[in-house]
């Protein structure tokens, strides 16, 4: 039937964000071609106009064209079934965006209570898919929402970056978009991107015991010994070979020992005499981690790993009470920080 543009207007609820504009061209050139094939949907409102349901771009087509009258059809509706229709006809009809969809969802699972299978009984959706177009406007938070709306993420990208805390997940959407992931890859590296925490411990004044004891309350993965010798002269149980038959039959620590990172006992005793300055002795050791690229490489070892632990013998990283130097794990924290292959630090 036709009815007046004129005495139709918007429904209490918002369809669609924004009127595409290049749409509404190509409707009124195939307008004037081949006038108006498919009625839009409208049901009954206030005052005996009527409120569009379906085919808000054909609407506004017709309006610029100074239509006086449009085929439509009515529907009685109510609230829920109105925008159910609204989903289902714009989705066939390709007009509407993921996270629109997923405003219209959310307004049915907050305000009717509905559950995520009748939204897709309504809607012709599953009701796996009404629960990603939720996620989609529910769990992200606005910055990264606001990439998705301006089409610089893609939702089905989005859907990945929402499985992640809302402080981190712009930092990983942004990654995504400045490597070009795919959905797959953004996957594949979502378990290095949350392996963020570099441990650092020293074994001084600890028996094996407490050392494994901590580690387990930190959640740590994985132990680096990162001492240039795996020998240890006043605690035997620290000897390399000890402590990893010790881990791997132990418990579930994986250890790891990286001599390369260590410091050769010729320049650790001049050092903690004072003979070596510090400045002088973070300069030597930012050089040889760096050599013949293996910082990289062990950096890309921690990050597959898991939450890593870097260990020495020192108590602690930094001078403090009775110890009057670095010990060298602190500069290979640091390094891994600064270098941003982690993001946070945690001494024990």
């Known amino acids: 039937m036709k009815i007046s543009v004129g005495s139709i207007g918007n429904p209490d609820f918002q369809i669609r964000e924004e009127v595409d504009q290049e749409h509404v061209e190509e409707i009124k050139e195939s307008f004037r071609e081949d006038g108006q094939w498919n009625p839009i949907i409208v049901r009954p409102g206030k005052n005996d106009e009527y409120e569009v349901v379906s085919g808000s771009h054909r609407l506004e087509a017709a309006r610029q064209l100074g239509w006086a009258e ?10 829920e079934d109105a925008r159910g229709l609204a989903v289902k006809t714009n989705r066939m009809q390709k007009e509407m965006k993921d996270e629109e969809i997923g405003e219209l969802c959310k307004e049915l699972y907050d305000e009717y209570d509905l559950s995520e299978e009748e939204i897709g009984e309504i809607t012709g959706m599953a009701a796996s898919t009404v629960r990603d177009k939720i996620t989609l406007v529910a769990d992200l938070t ?22 992640l805390p809302q402080e981190d997940q712009y930092e990983f959407a942004q990654l995504i978009i400045e490597n070009g ?30 050392l494994i004891s901590a580690l387990e309350e930190a959640e740590v993965e994985v132990l680096v010994d990162v001492r240039a010798s795996g020998e240890s002269m006043y605690k035997p149980q620290y000897n390399s070979d000890i402590l990893e ?28 005499e004072g003979a070596i300055g510090d400045g002088c002795f973070q300069d030597w050791y930012h050089w040889n981690i760096h050599q013949e690229e293996k910082f990289e490489e062990f950096a890309d070892l921690l990050k597959e790993t898991g939450k890593p632990a870097l260990m020495c013998i020192e108590k602690h990283p930094t001078p403090q009470g009775d110890q009057d130097h ?23």
């Not at 606005?142 to 499985?163: F, M, N, Q």
């Not at 594949?188 to 094996?208: A, P």
């Not at 881990?247 to 001049?270: C, S």
């Not at 670095?326 to 024990?348: I, P, Q, S, T, V």
């Open 70 to 79: 449009i085929d439509a059809t009515v529907k009685d509706l109510g609230d």
């Open 326 to 348: 670095y010990c060298h794990r602190h500069h290979l924290a640091n390094e891994l920080m600064e270098e941003g292959f982690f993001r946070k630090r945690e001494d024990l």
């Open 245 to 272: 038959s010790k881990f791997e039959n132990d418990t579930e620590i994986e250890y790891i020992h990286r001599p390369d990172f260590g410091v050769p006992q010729n320049l650790v005793n001049p050092y903690k």
């Open 181 to 210: 992931w795919s959905r797959d890859e953004a996957r594949n590296q979502l378990d290095r991107f949350q392996n963020d925490t570099v441990v650092t411990i020293g074994y001084s004044g600890k028996e094996v015991e407490d």
């Open 142 to 163: 606005e910055e990264v929402y606001e990439l998705v709306k301006s089409g610089d993420l893609a939702a089905r990208k989005g859907l990945v970056v929402s499985t």
